[in-house]
C-alpha cells in the first residue's frame, strides 16, 4: 500500500507538469512567491542547478543579474534558446566544482531540489556559502505525510526513488545540514511537499 501510494502521487506529479506551463506550476510559483519577498532589484544571483532555466528566468524579473549554472549541457541549450534576456546568462557546468572553483560574490546562491542528489552536500554548501550573503535553500518535505513515518519505521526504501536522488531530510536533518555548512536560517516554509529556507551566511 506503501509503494503503491507512492506511485500514484509521483503520477500525479508527472502529470501536473504537461497540465501547467512551468512558470505557471504551483511548485514554482510557490517557490517564487516564498523567494520574491526576499530578493531585491540589486540582487546579483547565482541559479545552482537550473536545469532549462524556468526558475531562473522568473528570478530575472526581480533582480540585477542571474547566472544559472546545470551539469546538463542540454539543459543549459534549451535554457538559452528559451530564456533570452540582458540580465540572464547560463552555463554548463558540473555545481560542485563551479562552486570551489569561484571567486566572485553574489548576493543569493539558490538551491532548489539540489542537494539530494548529492552523495556529501557539504562538498557544494560550504564552499558556496562563503561566496554569498544569502542561500535560498529548497529540497523534498520528509514530513509533510504521516505516511512517510510508516515507511521509515517499516524499513522501506526512499520514497523519493528517482534513480539520481541519494538521500531524504527531514526538517531537522536540513537545519543541522545548514548550520553545518555556517548558514543560519532566517525564516522557512513547509508547503506542496517542500522545505523551503531563506538562509544567511555566518
Request: glycine residues 2%; hydrophobic residues 40%.
Amino acid at each position: 500500500m506503501l509503494d503503491l501510494e507512492w506511485s500514484l502521487a509521483r503520477l500525479c506529479h508527472e502529470h501536473s507538469i504537461r497540465v501547467f506551463p512551468p512558470e505557471r506550476h504551483p511548485h514554482y510559483s510557490q517557490a517564487l512567491n516564498f523567494l520574491s519577498k526576499h530578493l531585491e532589484p540589486s540582487h546579483r544571483v547565482l541559479d545552482v542547478g537550473c536545469n532549462t532555466g524556468v526558475m531562473t528566468a522568473e528570478i530575472a524579473k526581480l533582480v540585477r543579474e542571474v547566472i544559472g549554472v546545470d551539469y546538463s549541457d542540454e539543459a543549459i541549450l534549451t535554457a538559452r534558446e528559451t530564456h533570452r534576456a540582458e540580465n540572464l546568462s547560463f552555463e554548463a557546468c558540473d555545481a560542485i566544482k563551479y562552486s570551489t572553483g569561484l571567486n566572485e560574490r553574489f548576493d543569493v546562491v539558490v538551491l532548489s531540489h539540489i542537494v539530494e542528489h548529492l552523495d556529501d552536500p557539504v562538498d557544494l554548501l560550504a564552499p558556496l556559502s562563503r561566496c554569498c550573503r544569502f542561500v535560498y535553500f529548497e529540497v523534498p518535505d520528509f514530513e509533510h505525510n504521516v505516511l512517510n513515518h510508516h515507511r521509515e519505521s517499516l524499513q522501506r526504501g526512499l520514497i523519493y526513488t528517482d534513480v539520481d536522488h541519494r538521500f531524504e531530510l527531514d526538517r531537522k536533518d536540513a537545519v543541522t545540514l545548514l548550520e553545518r555548512c555556517s548558514l543560519q536560517v532566517l525564516e522557512s516554509e513547509f508547503l506542496f511537499g517542500s522545505q523551503r529556507y531563506w538562509c544567511k551566511s555566518v
